[in-house]
Structures are given as C-alpha cells and as structure tokens.
C-alpha cells in the first residue's frame, strides 16, 4: 500500500506535483523526460482550481513513461481519476470552509465509496509562505501565521485523532518561504501520522533545509514548471546524501 511506503521511509520521499492545466508548457516535455529516469519518488497530479479537469488521460501518459507511483491529488473531487495509483483526498483543516473540509466529500461520497484505488485522506493546512497562493483563494480562507505554531499543532493532531491518515504543510504553490524546518520539527514530535510539505521549494538549499526537518514527504510543483532541471539538483544531492550516510554506517 502506498500509505505503507510514505510511512516507512529512511529518507524523505520526493514528489512531483502536475498540474493537469500546465501540461502544455513548454518545460512539460523536459519534465516527463526526467520522470522517465525514476528521479521521483511519487507523482500528484492535480490543480488549486475548481474547475473539473480530466485528469485521467494525464495521469494514463505518464504512467507510461515511469514505473513511479502516480496519485491522484484532486483540487476540486471533479478532478478525480481512476487511472491513477491511488488518491491524496485533502480535506482543508486551517480556516473555517466547510466546503473544503468536508462539503465537497459529502457531495461525492458516493462516487468516493465505489473508488478502488487506495484514498490517503490528508489533512490539509496551509501556512503562510510570504506569497498569496492560489490555494488560499480557491478556498477563500486566510493562511496561519508560521509563528502560531501551537495552533498549527493542535490541528495537526485533530486531524490524526479523528482518523486522517496525513498531514499537509502547505505555504502555497509560489511561496517566498517554504514551511519552516522548525514547524516540521515540532509538529512531527506530536503525531504519528506522515507529514507532506510542499510550497515554496525552489532550491537545493531549501530541499535540504526540509529534508533536515524528516518530514514523509517533501512535494515540488511550481518550481519545476519554471525549471525541471531542479529535479536532477535534487536527485543528485539525495544521491550524495545516501552515499555519505552509508560510509558513515560502515565506518
């Protein structure tokens, strides 16, 4: 199950995330090719928009070209297709929507019920990244102040006693500021459950400032629509972090 392999990881997972309406950029075709190695350990395809998008031709293409596990990870539930590996359900837990924590779902639930693939239903909170994300403005909620972190802590832990299965620190797809390594720190320390981090991973230097932090899963989208070479940066400097780890286990 895939649940099993994002929580059982020595090393933070590296996901990319699609968005299904930037599949026509220029830098899409660039970005597949480096799919196609392997570099990535999980795949999201899915958009901050409400609009229904077929997103099941995408995630048919890209399953093509890689052996790497493509979840489905749906803006809006019109999103959701049944060609992927399985699905990162959101559910927004910061701010006071009631359409995105719950309304939506309750709309769908019927087709939820009927979907095989496996649902990792993720609570999703979103923290303020110094740049107005799209988002904040799908759900037309405010993101949290990165220094209220007893309250980004206390809906972390929420979200695992009522059942989610992970947690999702999001600074929004365009951030300054990815979420800070000491609020993965800290909100890692209170639950059991994974963590997913996304927003604002721009660098080298930014992966590694949350690869120190362990979160389950680090997630890249905006920046590789700009640079899809970051993915090989990454690639290469979680290589040279492996091998480091392991001649220091030998020594």
């Given at each position: 199950m895939l649940i099993e392999k994002i929580n059982n990881t020595n090393y933070p997972l590296v996901a990319v995330l699609i968005d299904p309406e930037k599949v026509n950029l220029p830098t899409y075709s660039q970005l597949k090719l480096l799919l196609s190695s392997n570099m990535a350990d999980l795949i999201l395809v899915g958009g901050s928009t409400?609009?229904?998008i077929n997103c099941s031709d995408i995630i048919y293409d890209i399953k093509s070209i890689t052996a790497t596990p493509v979840m489905s990870f749906p803006g809006s539930l019109l999103q959701l297709a049944d060609t992927a590996d399985g699905i990162l359900l959101p559910s927004l837990l910061s701010g006071s929507s009631f359409e995105f924590a719950i309304g939506k779902h309750i709309?769908?639930?019927r087709q939820l019920q009927n979907i095989t693939e496996e649902i990792i239903t993720t609570g999703y909170i979103l923290i303020d990244g110094g740049h107005p994300s799209s988002a904040a403005k799908l759900t037309q909620t405010d993101p949290l102040d990165p220094s209220d972190i007893d309250t980004i802590i206390d809906l972390a832990i929420?979200?695992?006693?009522?059942?989610?299965?992970?947690?999702?620190l999001e600074a929004g797809s365009g951030a300054s500021q990815p979420a800070d390594d000491s609020i993965i720190k800290q909100v890692k320390q209170h639950i059991d459950i994974p963590i997913f981090v996304g927003g604002g991973i721009d660098s080298v230097e930014k992966f590694a400032a949350a690869e120190r932090a362990k979160p389950n899963v680090i997630v890249i989208g905006n920046a590789l629509e700009k640079d899809p070479s970051l993915l090989l940066e990454i690639s290469q400097f979680r290589n040279k972090l492996k091998a480091r780890t392991i001649q220091s286990t030998i020594a």
């Open positions: 409400d609009r229904p709309r769908a639930a929420a979200g695992e006693v009522i059942g989610i299965k992970s947690i999702y």
